[in-house]
């Protein structure tokens, strides 16, 4: 027998669901999770899985995707669910990158940042996957780690339904809430606070709150490779120069804008796509390149193959792997808004929408849905150890 009255109903079981279903299930409350699909199709499982502090902004921002890490790590232990804990890398071939990620780190202590640059030779040492040609150095940073986000999105609602007997119903597209009900396609519920996490899905819930937030969407295109030959690691997650304009977190220094002018004026079609390169490998030993950035409500259904192939040229410029041929494309969509890192919205009380952390959102999610709890009062200071 279903119980259909919860402390908690969370809807969509992607990355930002399931770290709200987790905190509330871990704090004792009933959760119920109800997802549209018959398995979270959204951002997050079309990610890099790259938890990455790294690039945030100081202050605030990094400030929670560290706690974020915490929060994941203790989450992967219980769940034992695997990640790559390597850190990450962003190579510098240029002397005009070298200058930023130089500049970065002389002032990262006193913006938070624990990293260090590291010689051609040392940045050698920690990967085998960048060519040694004309490569200058890097930035080191020990605080990214990789998970699998196909594995993570399938195991962790197995995992919070075993260990919390957190309800999932999937194939349940929610129709409506009018605090404390939630309408949906099997039936209603009451449940004492509802969190929406509905990814870019402005449309079903409380579409003129989504209309008047500003809120849009961003289409990334993203390459796999097949698995690598078992024994063989990427190490540290990779990023390279272009990386450096994207990031807001390297903003802070003044060799950026030399930097971004090289970039427009050699690499004008990087600028227009909006693409830099990210390396990541999954859990089967496959490696994920991207990405771009086209940014609207309205998203090409069709992919573009100039992207895939500058996304290709550029990444080959640095990354050296045994088996570099393509096996899977496909694009993904994260919502955003222009100027916040993320849009929480209360369009009834009792009920919360925590959306659009962009880009960051594997990052962000844990720490975030920490704050949404102590907001909420569903969530103590001393239990989030804050
Ligand atoms: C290609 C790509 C690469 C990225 N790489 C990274 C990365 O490496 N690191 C990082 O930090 N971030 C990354 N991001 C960003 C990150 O993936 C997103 O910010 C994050 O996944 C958003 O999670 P979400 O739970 O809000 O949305 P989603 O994952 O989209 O989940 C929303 C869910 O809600 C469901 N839903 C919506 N409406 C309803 C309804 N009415 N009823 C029931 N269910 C509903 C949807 O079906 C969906 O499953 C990337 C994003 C993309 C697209």
Known sequence: MQNRTVDVAVVGAGILGLAHAYLAAREGKSVVVFERHPQAMGASVRNFGMIWPIGQPNGRMHEMALRSRELWLEMLEMAKLPSRRHGSLHVAYHSDEAAVIREFVERAPGLGYECEWLNRDATLARSEALRPEGLLGALWSPTELTVDPRQILAVLPEFLRERYGVQF?????????????????????????????????????????????????????????????????????????????????????????????????????????????????????????????????????FNKEEIDHLILEYTRSFLRVPDMSVAQRWHGVYAKHPDKPYIVLEPQSGVRVVTAPSGSGMTLSFGLAEQSMIELGLLSKESANV
């Open 169 to 301: 119903h999937f194939n349940t597209p929610v129709l409506s809430v009018v605090h404390p009900y939630v309408e949906t396609a099997r039936g209603s519920w009451e449940a004492g606070t509802t969190l929406i996490c509905s990814g870019d899905d402005f449309e079903t819930l409380f579409p003129k709150e989504f209309a008047a937030s500003g809120v849009t969407r961003c289409k990334l295109q993203m390459l796999r490779t097949s698995p690598q030959p078992t024994g063989w690691e990427l190490g540290p997650a990779l990023a390279a120069g272009l990386t450096l304009r994207f990031y807001t977190s390297f903003s802070v220094c003044e060799s950026l804008q030399a930097l971004r002018k090289r970039f427009a004026e050699e690499m004008p079609e990087y600028d227009r796509w909006g693409i830099h390169a990210l390396v990541s490998q999954t859990a089967d030993g496959a490696i994920t390149l991207g990405d771009s950035h086209e940014y609207g409500l309205t998203v090409d259904l």
